[in-house]
C-alpha cells in the first residue's frame, strides 16, 4: 500500500506561529493560555505539560503570569482587564485574524459591521468585540435574505470562511444597503489545503484525515474527502483501524490547520507499518493456499485480481449491499457507496435479483472472504470512452444532478462529472440546491481519465445561444418599440431587463416622472414589465430602456391644474441655495426662489422653511413645455393679509351708525 500524504497538510501559518511563542514565552515565565490556544486538544495537553495553563477567564490567572492571547483572537475588553490586573499579554493571534479585527473596528465607525462565519466560534466572537455591540454574525444565505435594509453596510469574512458561501451572501447583501463595503478576509491557505486533500482524495481508495474533532477547518476537510473516497477522521495514530485498509492499494493522508507534524508522522508511520503486517499475513495465507491446491489456486486469481472488470449475476439484496455470483469460492459484495455514481438509499433503485453486471474487483478477499465490488467504477470505465469522443466532438449530453458539492454540481454521466458553479448558468447562482434531482443540458470541457476527472459546463450551450438570440433581437428591435420583459437584477443605478436574449438597462431616471431613490421603489426582480426601446447601441450590444414614457405625463394637465395666480399647497422636497422646491404631485415639482420666500429678506432658504413642511404659495409661472412652474410664498401671504383686511373693512361696514338723538331717546325710554 502506497500512502500518500497531502502537500498542505498540518499546522497553518497562524497556528505555528502561535506556538512558537507559547513554548517561547513558558521558558521565561509561568504562563497561562486564554482559552486553547489552538484546537487541538494533544498539543493543548503537551504545552500543559510543560506550563501552560488554560484559563476561560482573566480572573483566573495571576499578576506573575503572562497570559497568552490564543491564535483565534478575542475582544479587545480581554486586553483591558488584563491590563488593570497587571497582567502581561503575549499576543499570539493569528495575523490574518488581528486584520480582520483593525477592520472591523474601523468600519465600525461608520457604518454596521456584518461577519459572515459561526457567530458561537472564538474567532467570529473576537472580531464582533472588535467592531462594537451593533455588529452581528449571518452564515447563510437565508440569514442574509431576512436582514432589514441598512444605509450602509460593511462585511468581513471568519478567516476560514468557504469562499463561495461568503460570495453569495455579499451578492444578496447589496439589495440590503445603498451602500456596501466588502472585505475578503478569508484566509487563503485554507482554501488551498481544502483543494489539494479534494484532489488527492480522487486519486486513492481511503483517506485519513488528521485533527482535532473539535476543529472546525478539520472536519470540513474530512467532509471534503469522503466526497471523493472513503475517510476517516482521527485525532491520534492509536485511532487506526487494520480493517480499513485491507487489499488498498494507495492510501491518502491529510491534516487540519492545528495538527502538528508530530502527529501526522505518528499516523504516517503506522499507515506503513499496518501495510507491511498486511503484506505479511497476506503471503503466508497465500503459502498455505499453495499447500493445499496450488493449481486450483492459480486459475481463480487469474480471474479475481484487484482492478479486474468481471461480469457476475446479482443473487441478494439487502439493505446496503448486493451479493454478486462470479463464479469464484464466494460471493462479492458490493456496498451501498460502490453501486451507482448517483446517491441511492436503496440497491432495489439500481438493481435487481438475476442482474447480470460488469463490476470491478476493488479487493480479492475482505475478512469474511468475499470479494469487494464496485459497479460504479465499472460504469466509470465504460463511460470514459465516450466522454473523451465527446470532448473532442464538442457534442451537447444531458446529465441529472446528484449531488451538492463545494463549488458546484455533482452530475451523472456514467461517472462522477463535476459542474463548476460558474458553469451552470449565465448569471451567479445563489442557490446550488436549487438545481439538485435537474436534468442539465452539459458539454465537456475537461476530460482527465487518467484522474477520472470530467469537467463540464451548461454555460457555454446558453453563451452560445445567447450570442445567437442576441444578434436575432439588434435585427428586428427598433427604437421606439414597446417590449415585454423579466427584471434580472437590481443596481443603485437602474434595473437589469431580459427583453429576450438581452439585458436592457432601465435607468432610475426613466422609471416614473417623479425622483426615484432606488428601483426598487418601483420593480423587484422576477417582475414582468412593459417597457420602451429609448437607444440602441448594436455595436457594444447596448440597449436602454424607459418605464415611464408607457405612462402619461403629470406635465400635460399643469396648465389647466396650476393656472397663473392660483393659489397651490404643497411640500417641500429639497432646498437649494438659491430657493425650495416643492412638489405639487408625483412628478411635478416647482421652484419658489429665495427672493419669494418672505416680504423680508432671506440670507439662507432653511432660515424660512425645511424639508417636509407643507407650504401654502402662489403660482406666478407656469411654462409646462419647459416642465418648469414658479411659486411665491411671499405673495400668497401678502393676499391672505389683503383678504383678511377686505374682510374685517366688510365686517364693519355692516354694522348701522348711531346717532345723538338715538342715544337720547334711548334714555328717555328708560
Excluded at 444578496?172 to 482524495?201: D, K, M, P, S
Excluded at 414614457?549 to 393656472?563: E, N
Aim: contains cysteine.
Amino acid at each position: 500500500m502506497k500512502v500518500i500524504q497531502a502537500e498542505k497538510a498540518g499546522f497553518c501559518f497562524g497556528v505555528k506561529r502561535a506556538l512558537e511563542r507559547a513554548e517561547r514565552t513558558v521558558q521565561n515565565s509561568a504562563t497561562v493560555s486564554f482559552g486553547p490556544l489552538i484546537h487541538n486538544q494533544q498539543v493543548v495537553d503537551r504545552l500543559e505539560k510543560q506550563g501552560v495553563r488554560v484559563i476561560d477567564a482573566v480572573e483566573e490567572a495571576k499578576s506573575s503570569e503572562t497570559m497568552i492571547i490564543r491564535s483565534h483572537g478575542v475582544p479587545p475588553e480581554i486586553y483591558q482587564a488584563a491590563l488593570e490586573r497587571g497582567i502581561e499579554v503575549e499576543d499570539a493571534t493569528c495575523p490574518f485574524v488581528q486584520k480582520a479585527q483593525k477592520l472591523a473596528a474601523e468600519a465600525s465607525q461608520r457604518s454596521q459591521v456584518i461577519v459572515v462565519g459561526d457567530k458561537h466560534h472564538p474567532e467570529v466572537q473576537g472580531i464582533l468585540g472588535w467592531a462594537g455591540g451593533d455588529a452581528f454574525a449571518i452564515e447563510t444565505l437565508q440569514e442574509a435574505q431576512e436582514l432589514p435594509f441598512y444605509p450602509h453596510l460593511s462585511v468581513l469574512a471568519q478567516t476560514t470562511q468557504p469562499h463561495a458561501n461568503f460570495q453569495r451572501i455579499v451578492d444578496e447583501l447589496h439589495q440590503h444597503t445603498q451602500e456596501l463595503t466588502v472585505y475578503n478576509t478569508i484566509c487563503n491557505a485554507t482554501e488551498e489545503r481544502q483543494t489539494v486533500a479534494w484532489e488527492l482524495a480522487g486519486k486513492v481508495d481511503v483517506m485519513v484525515v488528521v485533527g482535532g474533532r473539535n476543529s472546525a477547518n478539520t472536519r470540513k476537510l474530512a467532509s471534503i474527502c469522503s466526497e471523493q473516497t472513503e475517510t476517516h477522521l482521527i485525532e491520534t495514530a492509536d485511532e487506526l483501524n487494520e480493517n480499513w485498509f485491507k487489499g488498498i492499494h494507495k492510501a491518502g493522508l491529510t491534516a487540519g490547520a492545528s495538527t502538528p507534524d508530530w502527529i501526522i508522522e505518528e499516523v504516517k508511520k503506522k499507515m506503513t507499518e499496518i501495510d507491511e503486517k498486511d503484506l505479511t499475513v497476506q503471503n503466508e495465507e497465500e503459502m498455505d493456499l499453495n499447500d493445499i491446491d496450488m493449481e486450483n489456486w492459480a486459475d481463480h486469481m487469474t480471474k479475481l485480481h484487484r482492478g479486474a472488470v468481471v461480469t457476475g449475476t446479482v443473487v441478494k439484496l439487502t439493505h446496503d449491499e448486493v451479493y454478486v455470483d462470479l463464479g469464484w469460492k464466494s460471493e462479492g459484495i458490493i456496498s451501498l457507496q460502490e453501486l451507482s455514481v448517483a446517491p441511492v438509499s436503496n440497491p432495489s433503485e439500481v438493481v435487481s435479483v438475476g442482474d447480470e453486471i460488469r463490476v470491478v474487483v476493488l479487493k480479492v478477499e475482505n475478512q469474511e472472504g468475499n470479494p469487494v465490488l464496485s459497479k460504479r467504477r465499472a460504469a466509470e470505465e465504460e463511460a470514459s470512452e465516450r466522454l473523451e469522443q465527446l470532448a473532442e466532438s464538442k457534442e451537447e449530453l444531458q446529465a441529472k444532478v446528484t449531488e451538492v458539492v463545494k463549488g458546484g454540481l455533482l452530475v451523472d454521466v456514467g461517472m462522477r462529472g463535476f459542474v463548476p458553479a460558474s458553469q451552470i448558468q449565465l448569471g451567479y447562482v445563489e442557490d446550488l440546491k436549487q438545481f439538485l434531482g435537474q436534468t442539465l443540458r452539459l458539454r465537456v470541457i475537461e476530460f482527465d481519465p487518467a484522474k477520472h476527472k470530467v469537467v463540464l459546463s451548461q454555460k457555454v450551450i446558453l453563451a452560445e445561444e445567447q450570442v445567437s438570440k442576441r444578434a436575432e433581437l439588434f435585427e428586428t428591435l427598433q427604437e421606439g418599440d414597446t417590449v415585454t420583459g423579466v427584471v434580472r437584477r437590481l443596481a443603485d443605478f437602474g434595473a437589469f431587463v431580459d427583453i429576450g436574449g438581452v439585458d436592457g438597462l432601465l435607468h432610475v431616471s426613466e422609471m416614473a416622472y417623479s425622483r426615484v431613490k432606488h428601483p426598487s421603489e418601483i420593480v423587484n426582480v422576477g417582475d414582468e414589465v412593459e417597457v420602451q426601446v429609448l437607444k440602441l447601441d448594436k455595436e457594444h450590444s447596448k440597449v436602454s430602456l424607459g418605464l415611464k414614457q408607457l405612462k402619461p405625463s403629470p406635465w400635460d394637465a399643469v396648465a389647466q391644474k396650476y393656472a397663473l395666480g392660483s393659489l397651490v399647497t404643497g411640500k417641500v422636497v429639497r432646498l437649494a441655495p438659491f430657493g425650495a422646491f416643492v412638489q405639487l404631485e408625483d412628478g411635478v415639482d416647482a421652484l419658489v426662489h429665495i427672493s419669494q420666500l418672505s416680504e423680508k429678506r432671506v440670507a439662507k432658504v432653511e432660515d424660512v422653511v425645511k424639508v417636509g413642511d407643507m407650504v401654502q404659495a402662489k403660482v406666478i409661472e407656469c411654462k409646462p413645455e419647459e416642465k418648469r412652474i414658479s411659486l411665491s410664498i411671499r405673495e400668497a401671504i401678502s393676499e391672505a393679509q389683503a383678504t383678511q383686511d377686505e374682510e374685517v373693512l366688510a365686517a364693519q361696514s355692516d354694522i348701522p351708525a348711531v346717532t345723538i338723538g338715538d342715544v337720547l331717546k334711548q334714555d328717555l325710554e328708560q
